[in-house]
């Protein structure tokens, strides 16, 4: 154990019995703290969905903003030192910690959930690094998603909705999430990694894997640490047979582009363009989907809303897709720990807290969304915090997410208006919301 001072603030001590992992900072002060009273870290409370916990969230945005709350209750890997985290959850604090990167650091990790410290360098890649390694990594990365780029491939994104799309317009029920709103998004992840065809539902179940760890239906009673790493392992080994096959032959794609890249003169190994696949294969597959089938249902919901968009879909689209974002609002959380000491709305936040956004509740935030309850597709501004609260770690995906999206409603409403989503099954963990399943009737309207 070693200690240390960060900019003045408390003595911080250091975990450092393995050289291999992260030395989490600690402060003194943390452990002596008194909880709040309202609590966002039971797993009674993770285990309801948005609409309960935001009765909960709206109490503390009015009342109390930064919150010290008890440690959470169910760890994938338990810490019986963690002193607990201050709860974020206005809109104006998860953009001022997402934008103070320099003090709320994500190398510490950056899940609610305390997860082993090996498991952010096999899957989490520079969504859990800090500058200067972060913009290194992510910059290579970046060339995949420019607006040219993206543009470049809108026409293929559009083929491939419209061919998900027609295969069961004919369908009188389908499963909306097993049908139709998983396949575009691994599709473009393939095709972005050329991953082949027929190796892409083996890397969208490792990516579903690898969220499951909160969700005790999904785990089925499976160890947690288990089912992550034999997933993030699963991705790891593609990840290194393409990697040598595009060492010898390079392809038109981003692993060509990571396996030929340098950072600082080096390049990066098999295991950091494993790291970068695997980030990317969670961070694209499920949030589009999940957002996709929270929006059909909502539509369903609403009538007024799909006929207010139906009536003119190609001017009303874009600003729909950021109120389908919003209402999903299907990342729940992301954390990130203090290095130096920080007032945060009227608490003195010190170095080693934990700091956890909870940007579902940001997306309610009555001083900057009229009436969050209404599904309003005509919402304008719509400042979400969906894609993250802005800052370095912004997610790189947004326009990609954006242009599948855009191609997937423009089919379901040429080939399917009528279409009506039944009730989904729903994935409750402290960092995804998501769909399971959903019945789907795509002309006939519900049984
Ligand atoms: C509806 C869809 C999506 C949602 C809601 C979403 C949400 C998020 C959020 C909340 C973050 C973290 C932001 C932060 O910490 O400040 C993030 C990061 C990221 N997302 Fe997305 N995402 C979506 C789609 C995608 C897609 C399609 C891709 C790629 C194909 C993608 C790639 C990434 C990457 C690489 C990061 C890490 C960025 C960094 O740390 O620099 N995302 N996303």
Known sequence: MTTTRFDDGPELRFDDDDDNEPSIPTNDVAATRDFHEVDVWSDSFWGEDAPQREVVFRQLREHAPVTWQKPIETSVVPDPNDPGFWAVVKHEHITEVSHNSDVFVSSYGVMFDLLPAMFLEMAMSFLAMDNPQHDKIRKLVSV???????????????????????????????????????????????????IPEDRRAEVAHAADEIVAWADPELLAGRDPIAVQSDAGMAIHALAEELIAERKHEPQNDL?????????????????????????????????????????????????????????????????SIEEFLRWGSVVVTFRRTAVSEYELGGQQILPGDKVVMMYGSGNWDREVFTDPDKFDLSRSPNPHVTFGGGGVHFCLGNQLAKSMMRSLFRELHQQMPNFVAGEPKLMRTNFMRGVLSMPFYPNTGAK
Request: hydrophobic content about 45%.
């Open 255 to 319: 692993l060509t582009n990571l396996v030929q890249a340098e950072v600082d003169g080096e390049s990066l190994t098999d295991f950091e363009i494993g790291a970068v696949m695997t980030l990317m294969a969670v961070a694209a597959t499920d949030t589009t989907r999940h957002t996709s089938s929270f929006a059909v249902k909502a539509l369903t919901d609403f009538p007024e809303q799909r006929a207010w968009l139906w009536e003119d879909f190609d001017a009303r689209i874009n600003g």
């Open 144 to 194: 995949s998603f420019t607006p040219k780029q993206i543009k470049k491939i809108d026409d293929d994104i559009a083929m491939r909705a419209r061919r998900i799309v027609s295969a069961v317009a004919d369908r009188e029920e389908i499963d909306f999430v097993a049908d139709i709103s998983k396949h575009l998004p691994i599709e473009m992840f393939g095709d972005m990694f050329g």
